[in-house]
């Protein structure tokens, strides 16, 4: 029998099959946006972070940040492995600086960005009105 613990090559293997862009969450947000009647540019490079969903015409850019990547404060996705804690505190923390500094960048820059967690396109009720919300003032 096999332990669960992951040799080096195959952890590596699934660790590069994690997506960057088009997952699911942020499908759903798309969709969500789109069904409201909001018209968007995707993963503009040349804006800090490049975030997921930009719409230019109300200045406001949307992150779909993964709960366990992004560090979402008290969700139960945010774990932290048992094996090379220090390495990925280390990556953690690191992810949520670099973060922290591109929402700065984008509201010096004139942008208004968000935040939608994975977590929060589970209910698409929910996420629709928080999406409403967002664009209430536009």
Known sequence: MR???????E??????????????PELLVR???HRLGFRFRLHRKDLPGTPDIVLPKHCKVIFVHGCYWHRHPGCTR???????TDFWTDKFRSNVQRDRRNMRKLRESGW???IVWEC???DIQELETNLKTIFSTA
């Open 11 to 24: 952890r590596s293997a699934l660790m590069a099959r994690v997506r960057q862009k088009g997952t699911g």
């Open 112 to 114: 208004e960005p968000y």
């Open 3 to 9: 332990s669960n613990s992951i040799v080096p090559p």
């Open 120 to 122: 929060e396109t589970n």
């Open 78 to 84: 945010t774990t932290t492995p048992k094996t090379r």
């Open 31 to 33: 969709r969500c946006l």
